[in-house]
């Protein structure tokens, strides 16, 4: 009786770590595409501008549509290859995601060609279908993403050390870049995303279970909403100033989430505490200069 008990155990062993070992590699592979998704739009956003700023200093004119996507497509592969070298990742599978980046400009390339497909439908489509492009890839190399990355060793001159340890931030600020040069109000309704960005995050990371999680963010969208109906009823400069306390206290609200831990990853927290203090203060920005 012995001898069966420790052999049905050791049959039912595996499986019960089956559950937690699959559901950390589908943890894994979702980090590696969410990383080179934003080392994808980090090319974009500093490689297009620097392009642009280029091609006026010499006075080339501006590509045209079919040409632009392409050279698009070629900022994200850049950003996302320079990504997946300091991750550790093989040649091949490296070459497979540029391929992934190039293919869907390729493709809709024949259509706009025909005039079936205008400039903004040609940009738009090659963006949405690089994400389905990206998925297939990591699938057929699920061995490799969904496995822990190759560990670098730590930079030993400051500012690598520091864009290593602080890129959310660094990301933040290129996504935000054109509203110090051009700051505009936002409307009430914005207030809106940042405490459900928290809910489906934390419920996607299965966070409720810590108790008062839920609570504190169900506290957050009623205050905020609040906080956006009374910008709307109070309008004019007033609500826009209401809207923009409201960025800003949400950027100390990702403080407190990056401090603690808990409901969004770190990385998530320290680009959205960027992102909503620039907008509050370009918000106020552009009520003052008005």
């Given at each position: 009786m012995t001898q069966l008990n420790s052999t049905a155990a050791a049959t039912t062993t595996p499986d019960r770590r089956a559950g937690p070992r699959r559901h950390l590699r589908h943890r894994h592979l979702v980090r590696h595409l969410l990383e080179m998704l934003l080392a994808m739009v980090a090319g974009m956003l500093v490689l297009g501008p620097a392009r642009a700023a280029l091609g006026t200093a010499f006075g080339?004119?501006?590509?045209?549509?079919?040409v632009g996507a392409l050279l698009m497509a070629t900022d994200m592969s850049?950003?996302?290859a320079v990504w997946m070298w300091y991750r550790g990742h093989s040649v091949a599978a490296l070459g497979e995601m540029v391929l992934a980046m190039y293919a869907p400009v390729l493709l809709?390339?024949?259509?706009?060609?025909?005039?079936?497909?205008?400039?903004d439908a040609l940009s738009t489509g090659a963006h949405l279908l690089m994400v389905p492009a990206m998925?297939?890839?990591a699938l057929r190399r699920r061995h490799e993403y969904t496995g822990?990355?190759?560990?670098?060793?730590?930079?030993?001159?400051?500012?690598p050390r520091v864009l290593a340890h602080r890129w959310p931030a660094g990301l933040a600020l290129l996504m935000t870049a054109d509203n110090w040069t051009s700051p505009a109000p936002l409307a009430a309704y914005t207030l809106l995303v940042l405490p459900i960005g928290y809910l489906v995050i934390g419920s996607f990371r299965r966070q409720w279970g810590v108790p008062g999680n839920l609570r504190l963010q169900l506290a957050g969208l009623a205050g905020w909403s609040a906080l956006a109906l009374l910008a709307v009823s109070v309008g004019g400069s007033a609500g826009q100033w209401l809207v923009a306390v409201g960025w800003l206290a949400h950027a100390g609200w990702d403080l407190y989430h990056?401090?603690?831990?808990?409901?969004?990853?770190?990385?998530?927290?320290?680009?959205?505490?960027?992102?909503?203090?620039?907008?509050g203060i370009t918000i106020m920005l552009a009520l003052v200069t008005g």
């Open positions: 080339l004119a501006p590509a045209s549509p079919g850049v950003g996302m809709l390339l024949v259509p706009w060609a025909a005039g079936l497909l205008d400039a998925i297939a890839v822990h990355p190759i560990a670098r060793p730590a930079p030993r001159h400051p500012l990056h401090r603690t831990r808990q409901v969004v990853p770190r990385g998530y927290a320290e680009c959205c505490a960027v992102i909503d203090a620039v907008l």
